[in-house]
């Protein structure tokens, strides 16, 4: 389903892989520590996802 979701907003590969992880329920640190990113990264992945999901 997320798979699904991230195609139909039209987000990028990286955001793909955090909006997969955010599905799972991680929080952003374990998103983070997952993708070898910091937490501040997913949250602007986050964020970017939102504005992509209300356009």
Not at 9 to 17: A, I, S, V
Not at 20 to 46: D, F, G
């Amino acid at each position: 389903m997320a798979i699904e979701e991230s195609e139909r907003y039209g987000l990028t590969p990286r955001e793909k892989e955090v909006w997969v992880l955010h599905r799972m329920v991680l929080t952003y640190k374990q998103a983070a520590s997952e993708l070898h990113i910091t937490p501040n990264t997913v949250k602007k992945h986050m964020k970017s996802i939102y504005v992509k999901q209300k356009g």
